[in-house]
């Protein structure tokens, strides 16, 4: 979004209605700010209010020009809004959502939106809201429903394209000999691929990478392996033509993470290599291209390029980002059978987890990695 989204001039007119704040939750100077507004996807935009510094209304994932001007529209609706109008229902919504309270955000939301026609402009935010507290609670089956019924609301829009990847995920996460499955996946699996072939609905790369993750994941689901196969080659050239057609580095290095998802789902991970290494070459100071190269070389089982890359992503990264390289080197010392250096790797991670400040502390990583030491300890111990 800040390579090809902020940039777009269609935004100044915008610029003397917020105060614009970017926060990079890496850096400890601003852990009190995520303590305080704790942010659990990325990207995610919040309007706050700041007369009480809470949060009217927060988003979740990239967004479009159009999307984020009536994100703007919301905001400004929740900042003046009164209780006991559908605009007052909303808005009690949206501060649910943000403070992550999912369970009661569901009612709300369902409240606010039986009083809001589908042609609303709030109603396509407030349901792709409703649809993600629906799968932060695990109710699959609430959210498959919901995006069958709003769909047809929704096609031809963006909002509608997300629900349809999204209520696939939900679907494709339901027990196999749950009723109506295949019929639900099959009909989501087709409005994707409505979604992706209307030109005219104006899908960011990352839109249109999550649409083909969820119908390569549909099609690994049904155990097609050549339907899989078929949407990871489009996945790959659509994202590779973006790359090619992309007007700055930093737009192009933007796509890396989908484009290595692509080649990850295409059994093209070699693809990636030269890609990270022209991104780190023009980003000398970003520890994201060496990080992602660890990451590719571990996965090639290519240890020494793997622990080459880690070290140069550890000169450069910083707060919680620190512990995922440390856990990929910890899993390059497994690939090598070094049980020693992948302990200590897995020590340091967790020291420096529970060092950094509240906000940044990973609790649930924290116990993952010392369960993995655990058991380590334990293999080691036996005769």
């Known amino acids: 979004m800040r390579a090809v989204v902020f940039t777009d001039k269609a935004l100044s007119k915008h610029a003397g209605q917020f105060v614009w704040l970017s926060i990079d939750t890496e850096k400890a100077q601003n852990a009190p700010f995520v303590h305080k507004y704790p942010i659990g996807a990325w990207p995610s935009l919040y309007v706050i209010d700041p007369r009480k510094e809470t949060v009217l209304l927060r988003w979740v994932g990239g967004a479009s020009v159009a999307q984020l001007e ?61 649809l993600f507290s629906l799968g932060a609670t695990q109710r699959r089956e609430d959210c498959v429903a919901l995006t069958l019924q709003d769909y047809p609301k929704l096609r031809g829009t963006t909002a509608g394209a997300d629900f349809a990847a999204s209520g696939l995920d939900c679907a494709t996460g339901l027990p196999e000999n749950a009723k109506g499955r295949s019929e639900a996946i099959a009909r989501l699996e087709a409005a994707s691929r409505e979604s992706l072939a209307d030109r005219r609905i104006p899908l960011t790369a990352d839109d249109r990478s999550g649409i083909y993750s969820a119908l390569f994941d549909a099609r690994k689901d049904a155990k097609d392996e050549t339907g899989a196969a078929a949407v990871a080659k489009e996945w790959v050239a659509d994202l590779d033509g973006r790359a090619a057609r992309a007007k700055t580095a930093e737009q192009r290095t933007a796509l890396d993470p989908d484009r290595l998802g692509a080649y990850e789902a295409a059994g093209q991970l070699e693809k990636a290599i030269p890609m990270l290494e022209r991104s780190e070459r023009e980003f000398p100071k970003d520890y994201n291209p060496p990080a992602r190269l660890a990451l590719v070389y571990q996965k090639l089982g290519r240890w020494d390029q793997s622990l080459a890359a880690s070290d140069r992503a550890l000169g450069l990264v910083y707060g919680p980002r620190r512990i995922r390289v440390l856990v990929v080197r910890a899993d390059v010392y497994k690939g090598m059978g070094d049980a020693a250096m992948e302990r200590r790797t897995l020590e340091e991670a967790v020291s420096f987890a529970k060092s950094l400040p509240e906000g940044q502390k990973p609790e649930n990583q924290i116990a993952g990695l010392e369960k993995r030491l655990g058991s380590l300890e334990s293999a080691s111990s036996q005769p």
Not at 88 to 108: F, M, Q, S, T
Not at 121 to 126: F, L, M
């Open 70 to 130: 009536k994100i703007f529209a919301d905001g400004r609706n929740a900042y003046g809004g009164s209780a006991g109008t559908a605009q007052g229902d909303l808005a009690r919504a949206d501060r649910l959502y943000a403070e992550g309270r999912y369970p009661e955000a569901v009612p709300a939301y369902q409240a606010a939106l039986a009083t809001l026609p589908p042609k609303d402009p709030r109603y396509a935010r407030a349901a792709e809201s409703l």
